[in-house]
């Protein structure tokens, strides 16, 4: 394309027309064009990587698909999780325990469908469809109760949320641990089918789930009350509660409503395996989904959050996890290059601020 | 071991405190080395009671842009006198001792010291030429013993390098045994009350050789008693031919510790003077002027016509800050508020909003007992609150300007949750014309907008919750004079609109160019309330510092 050479009193205003122009424009003042861009790049090098050695273009393209899905089903719970944890640090707070609740609340999960003796649900009389649908219930609202007894602690007692969430992760795994370490279950055939059901013989549902959430909390996060009061309480929690904002209500339901993912988490990863490893099932997690926050553009400080960068920023480390795997990293140095990242990531932010 | 872990905390502390205060972190050397000197200095200064420091600022000239704050001001103080600065908000006072304190370079004038020219490029220059700046936020850390703080940033070592406690404890016992303090050096800062805490900060003054300590309202956040023993200790230095600049905005306290006084008006020196020539009343009229009553925007009297009572307040108390308030406001009044700092009149109406708790009293809304206990009750009660400080009280920073004009609405307007942004901007776009507000798009930052704008969009939120009462604190603080004009209208406006206003201020003026009548407020207590003739500077003032109203006419007493 020729750019029109006749003068345009439009093109007087800077960028927008020619591409370098939008892309200046985009890269100051849209906080989510940075990490698109470091986005795209990851895929392409991780495409070219991949590489193009396949018989035909169907072939390749199978072999692309199938190792996305894979990238996208393994993260899917923490990608939920991460989602959560936005609202979390939008309003200046953060969650240690995730890792520990999604091990306590999968437990909660297998006891309550255990076919064999120890099962509460089969103990009852409860079996079939019905026991998966009402453990499902019991376990979200499981879940959120415990998210909402550390907001309670928070708001109420007034304890920092560092705190808080740090005695709630050594409590919940420990708990757990004591009492379910070594159990068997046998979960029913049926509650696998919520990870592992086929849609034209690809197993996406934890995918689909992630989807949904991160669209309802993007809904939430933009139209919503609580959503923008989130924000208010974050940006400025002496105004917000001046402007009557019942700051301690959003906060709790913040942490209440991280619980909540949780326990979804916890119910995908469940029926994705059947079992769960209690002594290292979620440990470290909290670290990713804040690591997915703070690349996607959230404010440490609070204030600033973006789901839709949260999204952008969990696909990033999978990506860069997926790459490390195919170009042979060993194990140990990958953490290594998850932590440039989210350095990375924070500089350039800061680099947009002061221009 | 205890030493040792001392100096690891001590060391972990004084990083933090060189960030805080970065010229410590510069100066620390020179200052270890002239600190013995000073010290036996100090000793001799307070033993031999000889020689004293006179301190001559001539011609002194500064303005900020276009805004002229020191207009040629010349003054003198010398050693052994308390020498009073007054002045109104705004007069010049902290920007002329800024200068004398080397905190900013004035634009024009000299600075004399005992007849030399000096010349205070930072804070420390002017430390080591004697003046001492204690702040009203003192600069003492808490989480450390008295003798600690006395040597922040100059501490005694052993030859090995660790702290030697032990020196610097016998130190500080003698300063205190010198200058009549009985306190123990070892308690932790933390413990002391106001008054012990501002001790400390003199004797720390001076162990740095200090001969003339600035105190910039100092009393303001003390008890009686504490004063006292603040007051003490200024007399003791007077005696030891020390020289105090005290600011203070409390005439009672002038007339009684202070032999001089200094009145600056406008960036003016208006008037000096030994105290014991002048009354109270005379200095409240020097720091307002006389004809300073600008044209009055106040309805004409007998076109008043006032609704029933909207609220009332019946023996408010909270020991803290407030004690047995009561006043009682009617529809479409403009009611002022007003009294100098720590007078207690944003924390008494944060009260009645609901966001900081009261201990006893009632508030009566159209005549029925309400208990508010958060703010968004009381704005469902129809009371609105515009607090002081918007940029740390109102303004939501990461939020654009529609969302902070609606951040109050948002839950009244939601239908299941959802924000009704249409309403929202409807609602935003009338109140833009109405009040004037000169903006860009409604998705711009809030912080794109100047001062005055902002606090219209901070308005705007208020009367889009439809407030039966509105109380504004400080409505125009930080707003330019255009702005001001239109705020004031716009107050007048929603007066005729019947709704209650409260106008807290602690710019006389404004409460007598705006409101039908005003409460004086004094550490806590309504001193008085004035209205028609009797709502003048000079009554106000005389009530704000403590004074009676008299029997003269005009005086309704609640």
């Keep these: 394309m020729i750019p029109n050479k006749q003068p345009n009193l439009e093109n007087a205003s800077p960028g927008k027309k020619t591409f370098v122009g939008w892309f200046k424009h985009k890269w100051s003042n849209d906080p989510l064009f940075s990490i698109l861009i470091a986005l795209i790049i990851m895929v392409i090098l991780q495409t070219l990587t991949l590489g193009f050695d396949y018989n035909s273009f169907g072939e390749w393209f199978q072999a692309w698909t199938n190792n996305w899905i894979n990238i996208l089903r393994n993260n899917a719970g923490v990608g939920i999780v991460a989602l959560g944890m936005t609202f979390v640090i939008m309003t200046g707070g953060i969650d240690l325990s995730v890792g520990s609740t999604l091990v306590i609340t999968g437990a909660f999960a297998m006891y309550l469908l255990d076919t064999g003796a120890q099962g509460i649900l089969s103990a009852v009389g409860i079996t079939g469809v019905p026991a998966i649908i009402l453990t499902i219930i019991l376990v979200l609202a499981f879940g959120y109760m415990l998210g909402a007894l550390i907001g309670v602690s928070i708001t109420k007692g007034m304890v920092p949320p560092f705190i808080a969430t740090l005695g709630a992760m050594m409590i919940f795994r420990s708990v757990t641990q004591h009492f379910a370490q070594g159990y068997n279950t046998k979960v029913p055939v049926e509650f696998l089918q919520i990870s592992s059901f086929k849609i034209g013989n690809l197993m996406i549902m934890p995918i689909i789930y992630w989807a949904i959430i991160a669209c309802i909390l993007y809904y939430v996060s933009k139209r919503t009350t609580f959503g923008r009061q989130i924000i208010a309480v974050g940006s400025n929690e002496r105004a917000a509660k001046l402007s009557g904002v019942n700051i301690n209500k959003v906060k709790l339901r913040v942490y209440a409503l991280m619980g909540l993912l949780v326990s979804v988490a916890a119910i995908i990863q469940v029926s994705r395996i059947g079992s769960m490893d209690f002594s290292n099932a979620g440990r470290g997690m909290e670290m990713d989904a804040i690591a997915a926050a703070v690349v996607g553009g959230t404010n440490m400080l609070g204030g600033r959050g973006y789901i839709l960068g949260t999204v952008y920023g969990m696909l990033i480390i999978a990506v860069m996890n997926n790459l490390l795997n195919l170009f042979g990293v060993p194990p140990f140095l990958r953490e290594a290059f998850k932590g440039v990242i989210v350095i990375v990531a924070v500089l350039l932010q800061r680099k947009e601020k002061t221009a | ?558």
């Design chain 2, 1 to 558: 071991m205890p030493v040792e872990s001392g100096v690891f905390c001590r060391s972990g502390i004084l990083i933090l405190h060189s960030l805080i205060d970065s010229r410590y972190h510069t100066v620390s050397i020179n200052r270890k080395e002239t600190f013995r000197k000073n010290f036996t200095r100090m000793n001799s200064l307070l033993k031999s009671l000889g020689d004293y420091m006179k301190i001559e600022m001539k011609n002194i000239r500064k303005s900020f842009g276009s805004n002229d704050v020191l207009k040629d001001v010349t003054l003198s103080v010398q050693g052994g006198e308390i020498c009073a600065l007054l002045g109104e908000n705004g007069a010049g006072k902290s920007t002329l001792m800024n200068i004398l304190g080397g905190v900013i370079p004035m634009d024009s004038g000299s600075i004399l010291i005992d007849e030399k020219e000096v010349d205070f490029e930072t804070p420390v220059d002017s430390q080591e030429a004697g003046i001492a700046f204690i702040h009203q936020e003192l600069n003492l850390i808490n989480d450390l013993p008295i003798y600690e703080n006395m040597f922040l940033g100059r501490e005694i070592k052993t030859k090995k390098g660790s702290l030697d406690l032990k020196q610097m404890y016998d130190k500080t016992a003698e300063i205190f045994k010198q200058m009549n303090v009985d306190l123990d050096p070892g308690r932790m800062v933390r413990d002391l009350d106001a008054s012990y805490k501002q001790i400390v900060e003199i004797c720390r003054a001076m162990m740095t050789n200090a001969s003339i300590i600035i105190m910039d309202e100092p009393t303001t956040s003390l008890t009686d008693t504490e004063i006292e023993r603040v007051f003490a200790m200024m007399k003791t230095l007077k005696e030891n031919n020390v020289g105090i600049i005290f600011i203070s905005h409390k005439l009672n306290e002038v007339k009684e510790i202070c032999n001089r006084y200094i009145v600056l008006r406008d960036g003016n020196l208006v008037s000096v003077g030994n105290v014991s020539d002048v009354t109270k009343k005379d200095l409240a009229s020097y720091m307002v002027g006389f004809d300073v009553r600008t044209e009055s925007l106040r309805r004409v009297a007998g076109n008043e016509e006032v609704g029933n009572e909207i609220l009332r307040v019946e023996g408010l108390t909270d020991s803290r800050h407030f004690r047995d308030i009561n006043f009682s406001i009617r529809a479409g009044e403009i009611v002022g508020i007003t009294g100098l700092l720590g007078d207690g009149r944003s924390e008494l109406f944060q009260a009645i909003f609901g966001a900081d708790h009261y201990e006893t009293g009632k508030i009566f809304l159209e005549g029925k007992e309400v208990t508010i206990k958060s703010t968004s009750q009381a704005i469902k009660k129809g009371i609105a609150y515009l607090p002081r400080n918007r940029k740390e009280n109102a303004i939501l920073k990461d939020m654009d300007i529609i969302e902070n004009a609606s951040v109050v609405t948002w839950s009244m307007f939601s239908k299941r949750g959802v924000i009704d942004s249409s309403r929202h901007r409807k609602l935003f776009e009338e109140q833009r014309d109405s009040l004037r507000i000169k903006m860009g798009d409604m998705t711009d930052s809030i912080t794109s907008l100047s001062g005055g704008n902002q606090q219209k969009v901070v308005l705007s939120k208020w009367l889009a919750a439809n407030p039966k009462v509105l109380i504004l604190d400080n409505p125009t603080q930080g707003v330019d004079v255009g702005a001001k004009e239109d705020i004031y209208d716009i107050i007048l406006k929603l007066a005729d609109e019947n709704i209650a206003i409260i106008v807290l201020s602690s710019e006389a003026q404004e409460i007598i160019r705006v409101c039908d009548r005003a409460l004086v407020m004094y550490h806590g207590v309504i001193q008085g309330e004035v209205r028609d003739e009797m709502m003048n500077e000079q009554t106000i003032m005389r009530l704000a510092t403590g004074g009676e109203l008299g029997e003269e006419k005009g005086v309704h007493q609640l």
